[in-house]
């Protein structure tokens, strides 16, 4: 089991870092002249290539940690890919609506309630169990976004409206809601379309996903115009071309960076406890927001984010709980059967104890 919670603490290193590290690029490139939402959109996504490599390296290493018949048709796994790739994209797209007029602080905390949409989905999809505890961490995540739709602070590098206020925040929940939706969508095409759950599915799905979202938002920086002034906002750019190049580069592979962590936590527990991690990272960008763009961290943001990670430890908890639980049902059941059932936590999340035994799970 050691080895499995290695690999937990290397992919929440990795949501964590990745999620926190290109916010901030995000924010650097609008902060210093970009204006371009759909190529936003792009460098969050055609970053996937550079994992190639460390695929083709690692692949060998992997063994399947748990199958379950036959793997899924060629048509199902497209499908899969596609619809996942169409979502995502248009999740992007939403995501750089949001930083592009909120300060990054404001935005980082209303993405909190990303947990609060994936437990949601992940009671219908993934049949979820809302315990008493996991209602007061939707609860308490659902009312630190909702103060923020009072917060009248300004943009402090640029002015900024009420109506782009509001349009930023909308975006912002609406991406908010299709990431946890993706999150849940794609622990049921794990379990129920790919039916196996593999290192080699785990980076398919990365790749196949951030190959269609590449494609949409492509289409859509082309179709709106957008790519033809890119030429001047590089030259035009404060830091200089090589900054802008840079920057760009950068926010796509540390994007990856976070999609393999994210990924790899659904693979090894659930969507919600992916989730649950991006979570996790929620006070490090307010915190590098205020040293680095000077964002005023007021009454109302502080409240806010003590009642996000009020809401995460309340969830995270219930996860401790659920560990706990399923180690006395397996202990329990190891003595009085050789062949036992599944044991089930409230993240549904099934786990047969005779792997268990045999460490296929490790």
């Not at 990431?179 to 095409?189: E, I, K, N, Y």
């Not at 790919?194 to 920086?221: H, N, P, W």
Request: proline share 2%; net charge positive; with cysteine.
């Amino acid at each position: 089991m050691y080895k499995r919670w290695l690999r937990v603490i290397v992919f929440t290193f990795f949501v964590i870092s990745g999620q926190s590290v290109a916010t901030i690029l995000g924010r650097l490139y609008y902060d210093n002249g970009g204006n371009s939402k759909w190529l936003a959109t792009v460098v969050q996504l055609v970053g996937f290539p550079v994992l190639l490599p460390y695929y083709l390296f690692s692949i060998k290493t992997h063994t399947t940690t748990h199958r379950d018949g036959k793997s899924a048709s060629p048509r199902n796994r497209v499908l899969v890919y596609v619809v996942l790739g169409l979502l995502v994209g248009g999740d992007c797209y939403l995501y750089s609506i949001g930083l592009l007029y909120l300060p990054v602080s404001t935005f980082s905390l209303i993405c909190a309630s990303q947990l609060a949409f994936n437990a949601f989905f992940s009671y219908f999809l993934n049949s979820q169990k809302l315990t008493p505890i996991i209602l007061n961490s939707l609860l308490l995540l659902t009312i630190s976004s909702t103060l923020l739709a009072f917060n009248n602070e300004e943009s402090s590098f640029k002015k900024v409206t009420r109506a782009q206020y509001v349009t930023s925040f909308i975006c912002t929940i609406g991406a908010s809601a299709g990431f946890g939706l993706v999150l849940s969508l794609q622990q049921v095409a794990f379990r129920r379309v790919l039916k196996r759950q593999t290192f080699s599915e785990v980076m398919d799905m990365i790749i196949y996903v951030s190959l269609v979202a590449s494609c949409v938002s492509l289409v859509g920086l082309f179709a709106s115009g957008e790519w033809k002034t890119l030429s001047s906002e590089m030259e035009m750019y404060k830091l200089g071309k090589v900054s802008y190049v840079m920057n760009l580069v950068w926010t796509a592979i540390i994007w990856q960076v976070f999609n393999i962590g994210g990924t790899g936590l659904i693979f090894e527990l659930s969507s919600l406890f992916s989730n649950a991690i991006s979570a996790l990272g929620l006070p490090v960008v307010p915190v590098l927001a205020v040293i680095i763009f000077h964002d005023k961290m007021n009454g109302l943001k502080v409240i806010s984010m003590i009642l996000a990670i009020w809401g995460f430890m309340s969830y995270v908890y219930q996860h401790y709980l659920d560990d706990e639980n399923l180690k006395n049902s397996l202990g329990m059941e190891t003595e009085e059967s050789s062949d036992p059932p599944e044991a089930e936590g409230s993240s549904g999340q099934k786990i047969h104890s005779s792997a268990l035994r045999d460490g296929s799970l490790q």
